[in-house]
């Protein structure tokens, strides 16, 4: 067998990919037991000098979990680099000659450059302008990634993912780990808000609403609803600068799609999607592949409504919330960077002047939770209603409903929640 054939034998795995190469090479024979014990002994030495580094040099010895969690991040990094050599030869290459520690410290600064640039994506993301009132989307982004970034340790922990990701993907393997699987998926979830940005915030809750009484609290991702009613959109013959579909075009819709075979009807969804990345103008080739695999989803899930005659979930009816509903569909405006909010908080409190500190929150603050903490720090008794009249109707009922939501017990409230509710009851 020549040795491009013994290549294609080799199956590696995503999320440990180090270690599924190695035992891949060592079964075709590509790489040698003695090549084999030399990578082993190697791990067992960089395994110690990490526990050694672990304990900052005081013992040489850890639980046997820890050296466990050791020595997963080490092959996590080890894997980081391997797979930048883009193909399993050149991979199996770099490990049959590279020393083990030399692809473990390619791979930590590999995992630096993707911990920056991952950060770089998440600001860019809070900044980009896409509100809804989805909570498993706000809490990701403001608290599930603020949580990885600030406790991610690519040193001892590269291969661990802290932090709740909670809000899908229109599609997500799950196969990576640590930095690789944020970094992923930013990358998508950047795609998918820029698609989204072609329509105001109000229509796309007016969607959500359509899909779900309950679009604030269900897991749904959002780019996927959107593309859809456009596949739909398009297939009608419609523009595709709205959103909405109604009761009779999706009857139509129906009435069409259910006397077509299955070739036919996937390129009828194939023309229309393609139709959509064109008034999109989409034109990034990653960006394009990624969406397709949504595009298969779709397809599956309209065929398989079809066979039930009930296109309902699939292309959706906009529709107007109550005023009740807007004011728990709050969509809250741009935190500040935690320095930044730090900084500022530092400075209201060496303000003399109510009057100027006012000012201040006129000028800075932009969100309700970034209000919260200055107000905790900065005001007091008979200061607050200064500010409370900065807001308006809907701030001051969402400040009301999250206060009574988040605490049970009175007495546990700050002096400014007290007054706020002594307010809104005015």
Excluded at 315 to 330: A, P, Q
Excluded at 354 to 379: G, P, T
């Amino acid at each position: 067998m020549d040795t491009l054939r013994r290549y294609e034998h080799i199956q590696t795995v995503r999320n440990e990919y180090f270690l599924s190469l190695l035992q891949g090479a060592a079964k075709e024979g590509i790489i040698s037991s003695e090549q084999v014990k030399k990578i082993q002994v190697g791990l067992l030495g960089l395994l110690s000098r990490q526990i050694e580094k672990y304990t900052l040099g005081e013992s040489s010895s850890v639980t046997e979990e820890k050296a466990e969690n050791l020595l997963k991040s080490i092959c996590f990094s080890i894997s980081v680099a391997l797979k930048q050599q883009g193909n399993i030869i050149s991979a199996s290459e770099l490990l049959k000659h590279e020393r083990v520690e030399e692809l473990f410290n390619k791979g930590n600064e590999l995992i630096r450059q993707y911990f920056e640039d991952s950060k770089r994506l998440w600001f860019e993301i809070k900044t980009d302008g896409f509100r809804t009132g989805n909570i498993a989307y706000n809490s990701t982004i403001n608290e599930g990634l603020k949580e990885f970034f600030n406790f991610y340790d690519y040193k001892f922990s590269a291969h661990e993912t802290n932090g709740s990701i909670d809000y899908p993907l229109s599609y997500d393997e799950m196969d990576l780990k640590g930095i690789e699987y944020i970094h992923e998926y930013l990358t998508h979830l950047t795609m998918e808000n820029a698609f989204c940005l072609h329509y105001d915030s109000h229509s796309i809750e007016c969607l959500l609403r359509g899909y779900s009484k309950y679009f604030r609290e269900d897991l749904l991702n959002i780019f996927e609803l959107i593309l859809t009613n456009l596949l739909g959109r398009s297939m009608l013959g419609y523009t595709l600068d709205r959103l909405d579909i109604s009761e009779e075009d999706r009857a139509w819709l129906l009435v069409q799609l259910n006397k077509v075979d299955d070739t036919v009807l996937v390129q009828k969804m194939e023309r229309a999607f393609y139709e959509v990345l064109s008034f999109m103008k989409v034109e990034s080739q990653a960006t394009i592949d990624y969406f397709k695999l949504t595009l298969k989803n779709i397809i599956s899930r309209v065929k398989h409504n079809i066979n039930l005659r009930k296109l309902e979930k699939v292309f959706v009816t906009l529709k107007e919330g109550e005023d009740e509903n807007l004011i728990s569909g709050y969509i809250d405006g741009n935190k500040m960077e935690d320095e930044a909010l730090r900084v500022l908080i530092d400075e209201m409190k060496d303000c003399r002047f109510l009057e100027d500190k006012i000012a201040m929150v006129m000028q800075s603050i932009k969100s309700l939770e970034d209000l919260s903490e200055v107000l905790n720090e900065c005001f007091f008794e008979g200061e607050y209603e200064s500010v409370f009249k900065l807001l308006d109707k809907r701030e001051i009922q969402e400040l009301k409903k999250r206060i009574v939501e988040n605490k049970n017990d009175p007495s546990s409230f700050y002096e400014w929640e007290c007054a706020l509710l002594e307010f809104a009851a005015d």
